[in-house]
């Protein structure tokens, strides 16, 4: 049976919640992975050898290459002499190995499916093994995800639903259960952001700034710099769906309701 160990790393904040989550996800004969090893933190590295113990690592993964995921990958990886595993490379990991959706890795006796994820960011994978799924940013425990182009984002959703699993372990936060009530309530909760976005705009919001203080007017000075990302992300999709159209940086809804 496998085994999975947690090691949180010492970085909570506004974007990260309680800090990163570094699994060691163990197929039950002491064969394991790491995924998302975090920041470059020597306390953490220290956890992360003591967690390990005296198993045996075959590589070191990371779910997308953001500064709380992926700096301490290579240096790990090294160390441990195992190959660094992601999609692509990023300003803060360069893998030996790329992964694509649909591919696979073996972890002793368990088998590890690779599923692409992008929204969060674009080189952004979960990693499935039996009815787990290892979610990093896609979907996080008990804090909102800071999503880079809408479209893929949802898709992503979509894609993982209905896939028959039991259990996500989030990049940060606390593990859920029941994962497709989790993404409906996300999908349901972007479509609601998503409408009052645009609701915003056709009460005449004319600019990415002007809808986060019209939309996300509760939320603390912290996280101003992520409501404008999802709001752009948002008016993105917007304007791929043909609901607003932008002219010299002033947006507007493209079809006002005939009276
Ligand atoms: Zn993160």
Redesign the pocket.
């Known amino acids: 049976m496998i085994r999975i160990d947690r090691v949180l790393a010492n970085n909570p904040g506004p974007?990260?919640g309680p800090g990163?989550n570094t699994w060691l996800l163990d197929d039950g004969n002491g064969e394991l992975v790491i995924i998302d090893p975090g920041p470059i933190d020597v306390q953490h590295m220290e956890a992360i050898h003591n967690a390990i113990g005296d198993r045996s690592v075959v590589a070191v993964l990371v779910t997308h290459t953001?500064e709380?995921?992926a700096p301490m990958a290579n240096p790990l990886a090294l160390d441990l002499e195992v190959p660094a595993i992601g999609h692509a490379p990023g300003p803060n990991f360069d893998p030996d190995l790329r992964l694509d959706d649909g591919g696979h890795l073996e972890v002793g006796t368990s088998r590890l499916e690779v599923v692409h994820t992008p929204g969060h960011s674009q080189d952004h994978l979960c990693f499935r093994v039996e009815d787990i799924l290892f979610t990093?940013?896609h979907i996080?425990g008990g804090s909102s995800v800071m999503v880079e182009t809408m479209g893929p984002y949802l898709e992503s959703l979509q894609k993982i639903r209905g896939t028959g699993m039991r259990r996500l372990h989030p990049?940060?936060g606390d593990v859920m259960e029941d994962p497709d009530l989790v993404i409906d309530w996300y999908l349901a909760h972007r479509m609601q952001r998503h409408e009052q976005i645009y609701e915003a705009i056709r009460a005449g919001a004319n600019s990415a700034q002007a809808v986060v203080e019209t939309v996300y007017s509760d939320v603390g000075t912290l996280l101003q710099p992520l409501a404008l990302r999802s709001v752009q992300a948002h008016l993105t999709l917007l304007t791929e769906q043909g609901r607003i159209a932008s002219d010299q940086g002033e947006i507007a809804i493209t079809s006002p309701k005939a009276p």
């Open positions: 974007f990260t990163t953001h709380d995921h990093g940013d996080m990049g940060h």
